[in-house]
Antibody
Framework: EVQLLESGGGVVHPGESLRLSCIDS????????MTWIRQAPGKGLEWVAG????????YYADSVKGRFTISRDNLNNKLFLQLNSLRAEDAALYYC??????????????WGPGTMVTVSS | SSELTQDPAVSVALGQTVRITCQGD??????ASWYQQKPGQAPLLVLY???NRPAGIPARFSGSSSGNAASLTITGAQAEDEADYYC????????????FGSGTKVTVL
């Protein structure tokens, strides 16, 4: 069974940092682009960042550009998100998801259960 | 960045048909994908591309698109279809970025 599992969430103060991890099992990790998506409590989904299969191309939402860094370790099937200069509005459940490209489209077809980030003074 | 607009909530009688719409300029260039989210669960991909369902998604879920709008239709809604539904597409204004709709709460009566 294909699975993703996030870790690394926690409670931090504004301005502090966290590193989120996501490990896959059951699929060829290096064959897929990956992404992070977040959801603030009671709110909708927000795409945060994406990374190519090899890790050489990365993309960020304007709301996190310059503060968050997405990366991957293809030897160990892991995805990361470094969160710096955290703000209250970054508090959310962070999901990692597999980003699959099809002939005419793409979609986030496998999701982890998420890891919670709380930013509180 | 682009925006995708969805109605906040719709209701449907058990066994009837409901259509959920998503509007945005990016949909003129890119297909939407659709995600179902039940309380306390991660989102689940239910539709992608022109009208494609992942393995295990019932055939009562179908999709269409026209102009700047995309739709997800549930034909013969079941109690287990009660959930939040989000559309998503590539961002028209920023290459390789993506945007989600605000979500539609579907209630099955």
């Amino acid at each position: 069974e294909v699975q993703l599992l996030e870790s690394g969430g926690g409670v931090v103060h504004p301005g502090e940092s966290l590193r989120l991890s996501c490990i896959d099992s059951g699929f060829f990790f290096t064959s897929y682009a990956m992404t992070w998506i977040r959801q603030a409590p009671g709110k909708g989904l927000e795409w945060v960042a994406g990374i190519s299969e090899s890790g050489d191309i990365t993309y960020y939402a304007d709301s996190v550009k310059g503060r968050f860094t997405i990366s991957r370790d293809n030897l160990n099937n892991k995805l990361f998100l470094q969160l710096n200069s955290l703000r209250a509005e970054d508090a959310a459940l962070y999901y990692c998801a597999r980003h699959t490209y099809f002939d005419d489209s793409s979609a986030f077809d496998i999701w982890g259960p998420g890891t919670m980030v709380t930013v509180s003074s | 960045s682009s925006e995708l607009t969805q109605d906040p909530a719709v209701s449907v009688a058990l066994g009837q048909t409901v259509r959920i719409t998503c509007q945005g300029d990016s949909l003129r260039s890119y297909y939407a994908s659709w995600y179902q989210q039940k309380p306390g669960q991660a989102p689940l991909l239910v539709l992608y591309g022109k009208n494609n369902r992942p393995a295990g998604i019932p055939a009562r879920f179908s999709g269409s698109s026209s102009g700047n709008a995309a739709s997800l239709t549930i034909t013969g809604a079941q109690a287990e279809d009660e959930a939040d539904y989000y559309c998503n597409s590539r961002d028209n204004s920023a290459n390789h970025n993506y945007v989600f709709g605000s979500g539609t709460k579907v209630t099955v009566l």
